[in-house]
């Protein structure tokens, strides 16, 4: 199941947020942004954003092997032009245990894409964020952190 992470306010979502703009054609932080608003090229995005949602929550695969990234500590990526939007998975009792790529086709479970772990239950959508470098920020990658942990915890209550 693929749901959109919360705050510890339990309600703001990150995700939420950036695929609401994105559906609109409205998220100002595009750095592949167009002329003007609304951005038909955000709206196209959105749809194949939910193409990969979809095929994940069904698949539990990637669409493909560019369409996903690992990051750090069990925070993985959705990619799509320069459009970010981190992911990481739990069982949704409040535990998360990091899953990291896997190094080699023998150390892990599944065939085409061995790199690609088994996630638990719930994936949880967590902070977008424009790619704007070679590498992700410190402070995007410090951010879906915080919105994982605060996601987690708000699963204890």
């Avoid at 949704?92 to 990291?100: A, M, R, V, W």
């Avoid at 150390?107 to 085409?112: F, H």
Wanted: charged share 30%; with cysteine; hydrophobic share 35%.
């Amino acid at each position: 199941m693929i749901e959109c992470a919360v705050r510890a306010d339990g309600v703001t979502s990150p995700a939420a947020a950036f695929l609401d703009h994105l559906s609109q054609g409205t998220w100002i932080e595009d750095p592949d942004f167009g002329d003007d608003f609304p951005d038909d090229a955000q709206i196209s995005d959105y749809d194949k954003l939910l193409t990969f949602f979809r095929m994940l929550a069904d698949e539990g695969e990637p669409p493909y092997t560019g369409a996903v990234n690992d990051l750090d500590d069990g925070i993985w990526e959705f990619k799509l032009g320069a459009k970010r939007l981190s992911f990481f998975d739990t069982p949704g009792d409040g535990t998360f245990n990091p899953k990291p790529r896997p190094d080699s086709a023998g150390k892990a479970s599944r065939g085409r894409y061995y790199w690609f772990p088994d996630f638990d239950e719930y994936v949880r959508l967590g902070h977008a964020f424009p790619k704007t470098g070679q590498r992700t920020t410190d402070d995007d990658l410090d951010m879906t952190l915080i919105v994982r942990e605060e996601d987690i915890e708000h699963d204890k209550r």
